[in-house]
Every structure is written in structure tokens, then in C-alpha cells.
């Protein structure tokens, strides 16, 4: 069974440039979950979707980032604009229900903003 | 502060068993998990605990659960030096959705 794909696997933009990440989650999972992951800190849950809807995004700073999910199979993640504080691995995972009682996760995309 | 709380460093000698120690704030977690980063990868899940249970064991992992002291624990026995990478401690709360994280432990496993 393939795993949680993810693209690029590094990003480095200038702040207030704008980026976008992609996600592919285990096929069959009907549960998307973004998180942010900061050097030496836990990841963070930006935004969870079940199918192609919202579960929850209220961690999400939605003045500059957006995300979507829009045949409820892959996911884009968009920062605009990008802040340095931003700087951060972006993990996507899947499940394959509401709860996330396993939760699998795809190799992350590093973003540097300079 | 994180709701999830870690040591952030413990080092062992290969083949000794490593202890990794974890406190949660919320007693209505449902879940426990352990998740084990290595560098530059995503995390990969080891294994996690319902609440209603006291321990798990699989293989060289054994989880041990304590809801009075709201403390989680996972022991690696016979801990190699393929064991060095940052372990994770996450729950996941019955009323909602949100897994939370602690800042990680991160394990070094010399020979």
C-alpha cells in the first residue's frame, strides 16, 4: 500500500512570496489532516477535512493561509504571503475516519522564507 | 507551554532498554500514541493505547498507561542504535478531532 505522498519536499521563498503544497493521502482515507511541525516543537494541526469538507480549521491563521481538498482525495496548502515565521515543516496525514485513531503520515515539506 | 509534555533528551547504551516518559493534562483523552521522526522524514506510528487500558505490548515496545498521574510511558527493550530518532507523545481528545503533540524526546542510542 503506497503512503502519504507529498510535494515539493523542500521550499525556499522570500518572504511575502506566495507557495503551495501538495498532498496525495492512503488511498480510501477519507480524513486529511495538515499540520505545521517548527524546529524543535511537536506538530501543530492546522486544518482537518472528512472528504471534501471542513472538520476543523480553527488553528488555521486563515489572513494568509488556505487550504482545500476539493474531490476529497488530494489536498493543496497555500501561504500568501509567506512570513518568516512561517519556517516550518509541513506534515500532511491521512486516516481512514473521523477520530484519526491511526494516523499515517507523509515525509513533510520543508519550508525556509528568507 | 504544550498541553503534552516530554524530557527532551535521553541517551542509552545499545542494548540497554530505553524509557520515555510522557504527561497529558486532559483526562478525557481516548487515545495515547507514540510516534517515532527520523531526520527528515515523517513520523511513523509505533503504536497507541486506549484509555481504558493499563498496557500494551508489542514486540521490544511496551506502553504503560497511568490515568491517575495522567502519565504515559513507552519502553524499548534491547534498544538499538537504529532506535536514535525523536519520539513523539500525542492524544487525541473524545470531544474533538485535535491530536496534540508533545515537543518530542529525542533518543540517542550509542554503541
Known amino acids: 500500500e503506497a503512503g502519504v505522498a507529498q510535494s515539493p519536499r523542500y521550499k525556499i521563498i522570500e518572504k511575502r512570496q506566495s507557495v503551495a503544497f501538495w498532498c496525495n493521502p492512503i488511498s480510501g482515507h477519507a480524513t486529511l489532516y495538515w499540520y505545521q511541525q517548527i524546529l524543535g516543537q511537536g506538530p501543530k494541526l492546522l486544518i482537518q477535512f472528512q472528504n471534501n469538507g471542513v472538520v476543523d480549521d480553527s488553528q488555521l491563521p486563515k489572513d494568509r493561509f488556505s487550504a482545500e481538498r476539493l474531490k476529497g482525495v488530494d489536498s493543496t496548502l497555500k501561504i500568501q504571503p509567506a512570513k518568516l515565521e512561517d519556517s516550518a515543516v509541513y506534515l500532511c496525514a491521512s486516516s481512514s475516519g473521523l477520530g484519526g485513531y491511526e494516523q499515517y503520515f507523509g515525509p513533510g515539506t520543508r519550508l525556509t522564507v528568507t | 507551554g504544550e498541553d503534552v509534555e516530554q524530557s527532551l533528551f535521553l541517551s542509552v547504551r545499545e542494548g540497554d532498554s530505553s524509557v520515555i516518559n510522557c504527561t497529558y493534562t486532559d483526562s478525557s483523552s481516548t487515545y495515547l500514541y507514540w510516534y517515532k521522526q527520523e531526520p527528515g522524514a515523517g513520523l511513523q506510528l509505533l503504536t497507541y493505547i486506549f484509555s481504558n487500558m493499563d498496557m500494551k505490548q508489542d514486540q521490544r515496545l511496551t506502553v504503560l498507561l497511568n490515568k491517575k498521574d495522567k502519565h504515559l510511558s513507552l519502553r524499548i527493550a534491547d534498544t538499538q542504535t537504529g532506535d536514535s530518532a525523536i519520539y513523539f507523545c500525542?492524544?487525541?481528545?473524545?470531544?474533538?478531532?485535535?491530536?496534540?503533540f508533545g515537543a518530542g524526546t529525542r533518543l540517542t542510542v550509542k554503541p
Open positions: 500525542a492524544e487525541i481528545l473524545y470531544n474533538n478531532n485535535d491530536m496534540r
